[in-house]
């Protein structure tokens, strides 16, 4: 169990839910630490949880048939994510890994389904937050399929600024050089060059521990 404030500083989802039903989330949800490269779960595992990221950075991806390990997604703090693997009572179709010290906050089944049968501002926050993944989804196809590594970068740390999927971020990102490579798929150095060049190009600017973001707009059409 949690306490109600913190339950509040950490999922934007709690924020418009009555009395009675930030009492039935609070008492359903605890909290786990990570280390960084601990794997958080498995494609195949059976995850009964709906996962918030409570502070840390964790990768979404999985490995394909011919060995190529894909990113889908990072989670930053304030992420709430796998809502469709609970729905559907299946396994987890993909892998989380935590790229570095990591804290979650773990919602039981039976509890996710009372706010789903009970809350009308619960259920609003979901459609919500499976049509903005889908779309990034839909979006992370297509500049797989067609964009150069720099642009894939761009688009990656982009997708961190999403002001639904990551309702607190500020444009300055705490992540080193090879986290964003894990994130964008690409090794460390590769990432080094495309992050040298969008500086050079205005669009972000790499400081110590992190980069702040200058023109977010830009970033989020790189390549274009």
């Known amino acids: 169990m949690i306490v109600e404030e913190h339950l509040r500083r950490v999922a934007v989802w709690s924020r418009e839910l009555n009395v009675r039903e930030i009492e039935v989330a609070r008492t359903g949800i605890v909290e786990k630490s990570y280390r960084a490269?601990?794997?958080?779960?498995?494609?195949?595992?059976?995850?009964?949880?709906?996962?918030?990221?409570?502070?840390?950075?964790?990768?979404?991806?999985?490995?394909?048939?011919?060995?190529?390990?894909?990113?889908?997604?990072?989670?930053?703090?304030?992420?709430?994510?796998?809502?469709?693997?609970?729905?559907?009572?299946?396994?987890?179709?993909?892998?989380?890994?935590?790229?570095?010290?990591t804290r979650l906050a773990l919602m039981d089944r039976s509890?996710?389904?009372?706010?789903?049968?009970?809350?009308?501002?619960?259920?609003?926050?979901?459609?919500?937050?499976?049509?903005?993944?889908?779309?990034?989804?839909?979006?992370?196809?297509?500049?797989?399929?067609?964009?150069?590594?720099?642009?894939?970068?761009?688009?990656?740390?982009?997708?961190?600024?999403?002001?639904?999927?990551?309702?607190?971020?500020?444009?300055?990102?705490e992540i080193t050089q090879e986290e964003i490579g894990a994130l964008s798929g690409i090794s460390r150095q590769n990432a080094n060059q495309c992050l040298k060049r969008l500086e050079r190009e205005g669009l972000l600017r790499l400081e110590y521990g992190g980069v702040t973001i200058v023109d977010l707009e830009r970033l989020r059409s790189y390549g274009d």
């Open 111 to 173: 509890t996710f389904f009372w706010l789903y049968e009970n809350s009308a501002a619960f259920n609003r926050f979901l459609v919500t937050q499976l049509n903005e993944r889908l779309g990034q989804f839909i979006g992370l196809v297509e500049y797989g399929r067609t964009l150069d590594a720099t642009a894939r970068l761009a688009r990656a740390i982009a997708s961190l600024f999403n002001p639904i999927l990551y309702p607190d971020l500020n444009r300055h990102l």
């Open 37 to 101: 490269g601990e794997s958080i779960f498995v494609r195949g595992d059976q995850f009964d949880y709906w996962t918030g990221v409570v502070f840390g950075l964790v990768k979404m991806g999985m490995v394909s048939r011919g060995g190529k390990a894909i990113s889908l997604a990072g989670l930053t703090a304030g992420a709430w994510f796998g809502e469709g693997s609970v729905l559907k009572k299946e396994a987890r179709r993909y892998d989380v890994v935590a790229l570095r010290e």
